[in-house]
């Protein structure tokens, strides 16, 4: 290994003083190929993951080593100034605590990780994107966003030439890359579901995000129910945060009006509301299927083994971030993703919440 220039290394102790009070140099990648004694191109290849194949393991276990040792990262921020974009990409999503949207990321990752960083801009629970907020994030310059539920609204204020894709925003202009679930079908399923069991008074647990890819699922829900003859009255239908606890006690709220009406059947926005209703149920002596069958939407990982175990709708959430990735890299390439808009099909999981002999 190079010897180690003193002029720099002492100024890599964190803290430590030499005499004077000069503030450390940054470490450059010409320190780090000085001190592993290897080119700055080869520490580039390193740093930034593109190493293989192209950096044998000797230089790049020397590279890695200095790189520990002297405290070098990449200057992101300077490489975006100087190229005019960064290799950011940013997904705007509400509250990441939902396990849905954990998968959404594995999914853009499978695609992006070799290539760019996933800033992930998080917005409080239940709200939709800022258009203002999200523009405080393109003074990173990133290469592109991925943005959950936008409305059209918000796309015509963000007004940018930065290359975007929507994820799961039904009903905006069909010139704008996006990937859509039908969710529209999965109400329906749900429906035809209950009307299967004998059920005739539903009632409907909506989200209050007030996005549009919740209106479409309570609007196809109510549809279907006139349809299949199942009476939903306006009284019936609630909603809530997307959240257990909130959903939990807009149930229980809402119960005693549902019982008396001679509601058999419930359809949940979310599993997270379905949760809450079982939450809920426990409380209040509720046998579930037997008094009230309750279906939501997502199939998050603990649907399948809840006690009941949660009939739902699936929607394939990591296939929603790979192929909004696979967009993305196409207009980051140049490229018009074809086709521009896609949808992604759902179905129906059915469970013990609506059937007493499907287990859970």
């Not at 950011?88 to 695609?111: C, E, Q, T, Y």
């Not at 019982?259 to 979310?270: D, H, M, P, Q, S």
């Amino acid at each position: 290994m190079a010897h180690r220039d003193s002029d720099y290394d002492g100024a890599m102790k964190n803290g430590e003083k030499s005499g004077n009070s000069r503030a450390p140099r940054r470490v450059t990648a010409a320190m780090v190929a000085e001190h592993a004694g290897v080119s700055t191109a080869t520490v580039s290849l390193v740093a930034n993951g593109k190493s293989a194949g192209r950096v044998s393991a000797a230089n790049e276990q020397r590279v890695r080593e200095s790189i520990r040792e002297l405290g070098y990262f990449v200057d992101s921020i300077g490489s975006s100034l100087a190229k005019g974009v960064s290799s950011l990409v940013v997904l705007v999503a509400p509250d990441i605590s939902n396990p849905f949207f954990a998968k959404v990321i594995a999914g853009v990752r499978s695609i992006l990780a070799s290539d760019y960083q996933l800033l992930l801009s998080v917005t409080d629970a239940g709200v939709s994107p800022s258009a203002s907020e999200t523009r405080k994030i393109m003074g990173l310059r990133p290469a592109g966003l991925l943005v959950h539920a936008p409305s059209q609204d918000f796309l015509e204020e963000i007004s940018s030439t930065l290359p975007l894709v929507a994820l799961d925003a039904p009903g905006i202009d069909p010139a704008i890359p996006a990937v859509n679930m039908d969710v529209a079908q999965g109400a329906r399923d749900v429906v035809a579901h209950f009307a299967a069991q004998g059920h005739t008074r539903a009632a409907y647990l909506d989200a209050s995000t007030g996005t549009e890819t919740l209106a479409v699922r309570r609007e196809a829900f109510l549809a279907a129910a006139k349809e299949y003859g199942i009476e939903v009255l306006p009284a019936s239908v609630a909603s809530s945060m997307i959240d257990v606890a909130a959903a939990s006690a807009a149930f229980s709220q809402h119960w005693p009006t549902w019982r008396e009406a001679g509601v058999t059947a419930l359809g949940c926005a979310t599993d997270n509301h379905a949760f809450g209703v079982l939450h809920a149920s426990r409380q209040l002596g509720l046998s579930i299927p037997q008094q009230l069958a309750v279906a939501g939407f997502d199939d998050l990982p603990y649907s399948a083994t809840s006690n009941p175990s949660i009939t739902t709708v699936e929607l394939n959430a990591q296939e929603v971030g790979r192929q909004a990735a696979l967009k993305l890299r196409a207009l980051l390439d140049g490229k018009s993703p074809d086709p521009l808009q896609t949808m992604l099909p759902s179905s129906l999981v059915v469970r013990g919440s609506t059937l007493e002999n499907a287990g859970g």
